[in-house]
């Protein structure tokens, strides 16, 4: 069974840092992009970032760039989000997303992810 298992998440203080995983199980996620999304309660899912499947290429949206990192170790079959200096505006369930592509280099948010984790919550509050 393909599956995307999310970790991670928990109370943080702002200006503080998470880590996010997101682990794949019945699948191999070298020739998957994979993407990170989050929603707010009574807000639109929102696209956070991307990975092509090589790594070699990440996009992130306006709202976190230069504050979170997305990586990825497919040896561990395993992607990242490193959340640094976050905002109570960043309080969300986070979803990490996959999509198989031949094209190695290239991700983009809005790609129509086959596949979703369950979640993991954020709560970024003093």
């Known amino acids: 069974q393909l599956q995307l298992v999310e970790s991670g998440g928990g109370l943080v203080q702002p200006g503080g840092s998470l880590r996010l995983s997101c682990a794949a199980s019945?699948?191999?996620?070298?020739?998957?992009?994979m993407g990170w999304f989050r929603q707010a309660p009574g807000k639109e899912r929102e696209g956070v970032s991307c990975?092509?499947?090589?790594?070699?290429?990440?996009n992130y949206a306006a709202s976190v760039k230069g504050r979170f990192t997305v990586s990825r170790d497919n040896t561990k079959n395993t992607v990242y989000l490193q959340m640094n200096s976050l905002k109570p505006e960043d309080t969300a369930v986070y979803y990490c997303?996959?999509?198989?592509?031949?094209?190695?280099?290239?991700?983009?948010?809005?790609?129509?992810?086959?596949?979703w984790g369950q979640g993991t919550q954020v709560t970024v509050s003093s």
């Open positions: 997303a996959g999509i198989g592509t031949t094209v190695q280099d290239m991700c983009d948010i809005k790609y129509h992810y086959e596949y």
């Open positions: 990975i092509s499947s090589s790594g070699a290429s990440t």
């Open positions: 019945g699948f191999s996620l070298d020739y998957y992009a």
